[in-house]
């Protein structure tokens, strides 16, 4: 089962912020949060992880709470081609395999 | 797009005969592997490798097998493919950094069994 908890659905306007939160408070120390996102029919797209710090990209900013039982994903100027469904993940570093996602939060971003 | 290409994109089989999906990377990545991607289900893991002749099952490997005989392509097969294995399949590698590894997804295969 995953071990992160998103809403289901989010709205968005053109131009605006996107604050994604997502809730891992069973993460252990190890454990990285990586967000992933899905546009419709396309393979998923890895975005952004974090363990500890807040991290930055030319995509997204991470925000993790001090203790880290929940993160926020930061697009901050989101466009109509960000719609897509956006999926918060942990895992331990250096793990083989999986990555297990769970229902993720369908972003929509409207004109 | 992390140098993954699978192919074919698109397919359609006919019940019983066997399929072979592949998965080629040019970036020398040790893990590759194979999810499918069913409504309800979200993504699930089939099998993956972390070396060359070297793989193990996943979440769902019964009915798939796979091969790896040179770093740069991943095999999945299915050897009797049943309406059931109708799907979209991602292959993914794994890309090993100072903070952690990612992994990476190609685009997908559409597989249609009738």
């Known amino acids: 089962d995953a071990k992160t908890t998103q809403p289901p659905s989010m709205d968005c306007a053109e131009g605006r912020a996107a604050n994604l939160p997502c809730n891992h408070s069973t993460i252990s120390g190890n454990e990285y949060v990586y967000w992933y996102r899905q546009i419709h029919s396309q393979g998923p797209q890895y975005i952004i992880h974090?363990?500890?710090n807040n991290e930055t990209n030319e995509m997204a900013s991470l925000i993790i709470t001090e203790d880290r039982k929940s993160s926020t994903l930061i697009l901050p100027h989101a466009t109509l081609r960000d719609t897509a469904v956006y999926y918060c993940?942990?895992?331990?570093?250096?793990?083989?395999?999986?990555?297990?996602f769970g229902k993720g939060t369908k972003l929509s971003v409207k004109p | 797009d992390a140098g993954i290409t699978q192919s074919p994109r698109h397919k359609v089989t006919e019940t019983g005969t066997p399929v072979t999906l592949r998965c080629h990377q040019t970036e020398n990545h040790r893990y590759m592997y194979w999810y499918r991607q069913d409504p309800g289900h979200g993504l699930r893991l089939i099998h993956y490798?972390?070396?060359?002749?070297?793989?193990d099952k996943g979440e769902v490997s019964d009915g798939y097998s796979v091969s790896r005989s040179k770093t740069e392509d991943f095999l999945l097969t299915l050897e009797s493919a049943t309406s059931s294995q109708t799907s979209v399949y991602f292959c993914a590698i794994r890309e090993t950094g100072s903070s952690g590894n990612t992994i990476y997804f190609g685009e997908g295969s559409w597989l249609t069994v009738v």
């Open positions: 993940i942990v895992r331990v570093a250096g793990s083989q395999g999986n990555l297990i």
């Open positions: 490798s972390y070396g060359v002749k070297d793989t």
């Open positions: 974090g363990l500890k």
